[in-house]
C-alpha cells in the first residue's frame, strides 16, 4: 500500500505541444557510498545551467557551442575519459577500449552505479499518446525533452529510496490502460 503522502512525481515534456509525463516508479539506488557522491555531483551539474540540453546523442557541437544530453553530462562529470572531436566519431566519449556515441560505457555506468547503459528504466503514466501506464528509460525522458531540473529530480527519489505507486494504488483516469 502506499503512504498518503507518496504521489507521483509530474514532469513535463516535449517542445511546442507540452505533455505529462506521471512517474510512478523509479528504482531505489542500490550503489555504494562513492557512487552516490557521483550521483549527486551529476544532479548538481544537471542543475549547474553550464549544459544546453540535446536529444539522440550524448553531445552535439554546431557553431563552436556544445550541447549535451542527460548521459553526456554523466560522461562529462565523470571525466573517465574524453570527448573525440573529429571525423565519424566526433562527439563520442572514449573510456580506454570503450567508444559510445549515444548511452553510456561500462566503465561510466559503474562510476555512477546505473543500472544499465539507459542509466535506469521508470514507470510512467504518459498522456501524449495514452494516457497508458509504460516503463521509460531515463535517456527516453530526455529524448523527450523532460528538462534537466525535472531528470536532476528524479535522480534524488533514486537517490533516496526511488518511488513506488502501484497503479492500482493510485487513482487513474479510467481510460488508462495498464501494460
Request: proline share 3%; glycine share 8%.
Amino acid at each position: 500500500m502506499v503512504s498518503k503522502d507518496q504521489q507521483p512525481l509530474t514532469v513535463k515534456a516535449g517542445s511546442g505541444k507540452q505533455y505529462t509525463y506521471h512517474i510512478l516508479g523509479i528504482p531505489a539506488f542500490t550503489g555504494n557510498q562513492e557512487q552516490r557522491e557521483h550521483v549527486q555531483k551529476l544532479i548538481d551539474a544537471l542543475r549547474s545551467g553550464t549544459y544546453a540540453q540535446t536529444t539522440l546523442t550524448l553531445r552535439e557541437t554546431l557553431g563552436g557551442k556544445c550541447k549535451h544530453c542527460f548521459l553526456g553530462v554523466a560522461c562529462d562529470v565523470s571525466n573517465l575519459g574524453h570527448w573525440s572531436s573529429a571525423g565519424l566519431v566526433a562527439n563520442s566519449y572514449f573510456v580506454g577500449e570503450y567508444k559510445t556515441s549515444a548511452t553510456i560505457s561500462k566503465p561510466v555506468r559503474e562510476f555512477y552505479g546505473f543500472m544499465n547503459s539507459n542509466a535506469f528504466e521508470v514507470r510512467v503514466i504518459d498522456d501524449e499518446f495514452g494516457p497508458v501506464v509504460e516503463r521509460k528509460q531515463m535517456t527516453s525522458l530526455n529524448d523527450d525533452l523532460v528538462s534537466f531540473e525535472d531528470l536532476a529530480k528524479i535522480l534524488e527519489y533514486h537517490l533516496n529510496g526511488g518511488l513506488h505507486i502501484e497503479a492500482s494504488d493510485f487513482k487513474l483516469p479510467e481510460d488508462v490502460q495498464v501494460v
